[in-house]
T-cell receptor, first 113, second 114 residues
Framework: AQSVTQPDIHITVSEGASLELRCNYS??????LFWYVQSPGQGLQLLLK??????LVQGIKGFEAEFKRSQSSFNLRKPSVHWSDAAEYFC???????????FGTGTKLQVIP | DAGVIQSPRHEVTEMGQEVTLRCKPI?????LFWYRQTMMRGLELLIY????????DSGMPEDRFSAKMPNASFSTLKIQPSEPRDSAVYFC????????????FGPGTRLTVT
């Protein structure tokens, strides 16, 4: 069965600082990997996804993530955080031909001035 | 497109009452998902449909929960009877195709059972 771990429950960064959110997955074959963002009171929105090919994936809002098979990781990064990035971020794993996606427990990002 | 529409946005009910949550997926999307989000358990998949047919309901917590999709533009999640531990935010999501395609989430229904 597929699973995903987000080890950081809560992260605080200063506006303008760089950001990295960690995600580790467990799956026997090549996974489909996703990052979603949830603003307060809203549903989840897709930031980016990895299916195959280039292991560095660009997403919306200036985010990127890198798939590292050797480390079973798919960390999310942003070079300079904006106050509007404060939200909860979910990593998710899926599989080819299998519609269910398993979500991590989320990392809540706080941005301070 | 208006996106995934859920109603009501907030529901407060008393224990033992029947609760019905509604969802309209994005037109043309073949898959529909129901999730539950709580602080303790995070985001859990309850059930999903493909072309209006339930495919996997292994996440439905117990027989008090039921879901239907009578047509491609409407789905319901019903809880009968409701209990305080059912208090959560319930999300509906839809996607165009299988294989891990992007899921589009609705704004959610916040359910409080007193």
């Amino acid at each position: 069965a597929q699973s995903v771990t987000q080890p950081d429950i809560h992260i605080t960064v200063s506006e303008g600082a760089s950001l990295e959110l960690r995600c580790n997955y467990s799956y026997g074959a090549t996974p489909y990997l996703f990052w979603y963002v949830q603003s307060p009171g809203q549903g989840l929105q897709l930031l980016l996804k990895y299916f195959s090919g280039d292991t560095l994936v660009q997403g919306i809002k200036g985010f990127e993530a890198e798939f590292k098979r050797s480390q079973s990781s798919f960390n999310l990064r942003k070079p300079s955080v904006h106050w509007s990035d404060a939200a909860e971020y979910f990593c998710a794993v899926g599989a080819r031909g299998y519609q269910k996606v398993t979500f991590g427990t989320g990392t809540k990002l706080q941005v301070i001035p | 497109d208006a996106g995934v529409i859920q109603s009501p946005r907030h529901e407060v009910t008393e224990m033992g009452q029947e609760v019905t949550l509604r969802c309209k997926p994005i037109s043309g999307h073949d898959y529909l998902f129901w999730y539950r989000q709580t602080m303790m358990r995070g985001l859990e998949l309850l059930i999903y449909f493909n072309n209006n047919v339930p495919i996997d309901d292994s996440g439905m917590p117990e027989d008090r929960f039921s879901a239907k999709m009578p047509n491609a533009s409407f789905s319901t999640l019903k809880i009968q009877p409701s209990e305080p531990r059912d208090s959560a935010v319930y999300f509906c999501a839809s996607s165009e195709a299988g294989g891990g395609d992007e899921q589009y989430f609705g704004p959610g229904t916040r359910l409080t059972v007193t």
